[in-house]
């Protein structure tokens, strides 16, 4: 089956530990983004790559990296400096074409205590 | 700054009502505007595209307008279910690659 995969669907961390989020695509998709979603609230965009070994920088990057060394793979990792971090984040991904929909993972609930 | 916005307030309605949701946008013209649903604790899944020169787009008991004088688009499901309860989110897009600007959704509830 074709799809994008999110894992673990939860994940708990300890303040102050860095913690990488998994998202796996065989979709074949070019583009790949990173949301973050607090309760209530809709999605904020963190990063987002459109071709393997670049990306670009979402309106929320600050405390998080991420890197795209495979065109199926977009790792997020959530650091030290995010001041915030608890909360569900979300892979998405898509082609390159305008006017298309993006596909979305399952999501990972992240809560640091 | 681009703004898109939905209404925060949960939408209750009678099963075969129609529910109309709301979806507004300021300070920008995008290209297109899409639909999508999401259930509690999953990722949103597509449900419809309307482009900038499209006034109505309709899927099943789906309907989606897009009004530029307005900047709004509207999004109806008519004949509702029970299992049409869910959070609906509008996002706009513009720019090639994709990269959607959501609003924070508006929840729906219907009941039987």
């Known amino acids: 089956d074709g799809g994008i995969t999110q894992s673990p669907k939860y994940l708990f961390r300890k303040e102050g530990q860095n913690v990488t989020l998994s998202c796996e695509q065989n979709?074949?998709?070019?583009?790949m983004y990173w949301y973050r979603q607090d309760p209530g609230q809709g999605l904020r965009l963190i990063y987002y790559?459109?071709?393997?070994?670049?990306?670009q920088k979402g309106d929320i990057a600050e405390g998080y990296s991420v890197s795209r060394e495979k065109k199926e793979s977009f790792p997020l990792t959530v650091t030290s400096a995010q001041k915030n971090p608890t909360a569900f984040y979300l892979c998405?991904?898509?082609?390159?074409?305008?006017?298309?929909?993006?596909?979305f993972g399952q999501g990972t609930r992240l809560t640091v205590v | 700054s681009q703004k898109i916005e939905q209404n925060s307030e949960a939408l209750n309605i009678q099963e075969g009502k129609t529910a109309t949701l709301t979806c507004n946008y300021t300070?920008?013209?995008?290209?297109?505007l899409q639909w999508y649903r999401q259930d509690p604790g999953r990722g949103p899944v597509f449900l419809l595209l309307?482009?900038?020169?499209?006034k109505e787009k309709r899927k099943e008991r789906l309907k989606v307008t897009f009004d530029t004088t307005l900047k709004q688009s509207l999004f109806h499901i008519t004949a509702s279910q029970p299992a049409d309860s869910a959070t609906y989110l509008c996002?706009?897009?513009?720019?090639?690659?994709?990269?959607?600007?959501f609003g924070g959704g508006t929840r729906v509830l219907v009941k039987p």
């Open positions: 998405a991904s898509s082609t390159l074409t305008m006017n298309t929909e993006a596909f």
């Open positions: 979709l074949n998709h070019d583009a």
């Open positions: 790559s459109q071709i393997v070994n670049d990306f």
């Open positions: 300070n920008y013209s995008p290209a297109y």
């Open positions: 309307i482009r900038e020169n499209e």
């Open positions: 996002a706009s897009g513009g720019a090639a690659g994709n990269k959607l600007t």
